[in-house]
């Protein structure tokens, strides 16, 4: 248990500071090191995102650093993938279900390096405008909302991820927010934090009724994703934003290869 | 004033911190205080802010409490955590006998509602400041996490 525990904090702290529900390094982890099931490790994985959207977003929240607006609007999207996804996932095959999890870190990887240095975001739009203060320089940056109905359609993917593969879908948001949308990456790891606890819950709701949950497994997760997430929204407010994105990416190759191995050859 | 970092994600012209808007102004540099409607949406976001991380903190600390007690108490009569949820008849009854195996799923589903108290408390709030398109997306939101819900059920 205590192993589990001590990956739990690991995950929440890399959670909570990338904008990410800890799902995509959890299942891996469990999966690869512990040999845990895989259906078991989503079902763990999803209460994990829980807890750590709700630990690292009332961090972010309490900061300011959250588009709450933006949040609403999108999770209309990615609650209803969520639905769709949860319902597929209970019928697909266990390694179908690993495959499309690596193909899918594969893809979110190689479209993070397709931007350039730096963000995308910058200045009023108009839409949603809102503003923060930056932990790390003080500054107040203010932004606005680009494509938000396209980035509507891609957080109902992220949704449908969340529910198929146990993730928050924060692994996509992030990138999506952040590159696509005009949101600077601070803001938008924030806001995928808070967003991806509702995508979460409700795959959580279904997969917990079909008893997918091992509360032996999820349980002590949980608890140190909760104590990780503190962490987390404190080392990322010192961390530079393309120092977080570096990480990221290579968090991302990692795991995609690791889900990969274990698709084909396990 | 700090100069070791240039913030990455700024507005062409970027506030330095603690500005003076008629210095701006001055220096030929734009407005940067807010106008009355953005007072009022500043105002109510923080409302919004507030009420949310209140929320969040309330349904965490519930659901930890109900988890640490219930591993405590599963640790002090040497009962081991079980592996399968049961049913909610079931954690009731278990929660009057003190079975900490209730405790532990009581505070997982404690976890799993808090960002839908969360939803919930929002909508509250929209309606209360008839924020109707928020309101509507919010509640949107609700009945797709009811759908998820009575899908588990069958």
Redo the contacts between chains.
Sequence with gaps: MLIVLSIGILVGAFGAMLGVGGGILLIPLLTGFLGVPIKTAVGASILCVVATSCAAGAVYVGRGLTHNRLAMNLEVATTAGALTGGVTAVLMKPNLLAGLFGAVLICVALTMSKVARGDASGGRTGLLDTSYVDPLTGAVVRYGVRNLRKGMAASFVAGNLSGLLGIGGGIVQVPLMSVFMGVPLRAAIATSNFMIGVTAATSAAIYYSHGYVNLRIAIPTALGVLVGAQIGTRLGGRVRNRRLKQIFQALLLVFAVQMLYQALWR | M?DE?Q??????M????G?DPIMHLAMGLPD?SATAD?DQEIAS?RD??RM??WM??V??MLS?AF??T??GLSAFYRM??????SSPARVLAGVVEGSP?SL??I??LL??????L??VG?LALFVGTRNWR?AG??L??LL??A???A???S
Excluded at chain 2, 7 to 12: I, L, R, Y
Excluded at chain 2, 80 to 85: A, F, K, L, S
Excluded at chain 2, 111 to 116: F, K, M, S
């Design positions: 700090r970092e913030p990455e994600a700024t507005d062409p970027p506030a330095p911190s500005a940067l953005e976001g919004l802010n949310v991380h969040l903190i349904g965490l930890t988890l640490v219930g591993l081991p955590v079980p592996e399968r949820p195996a532990l799923e505070g997982i976890l799993i509602a808090t960002p839908v969360r939803v929002s928020y997306a919010t949107l939101v797709i996490l759908a998820g819900l899908l588990g059920r």
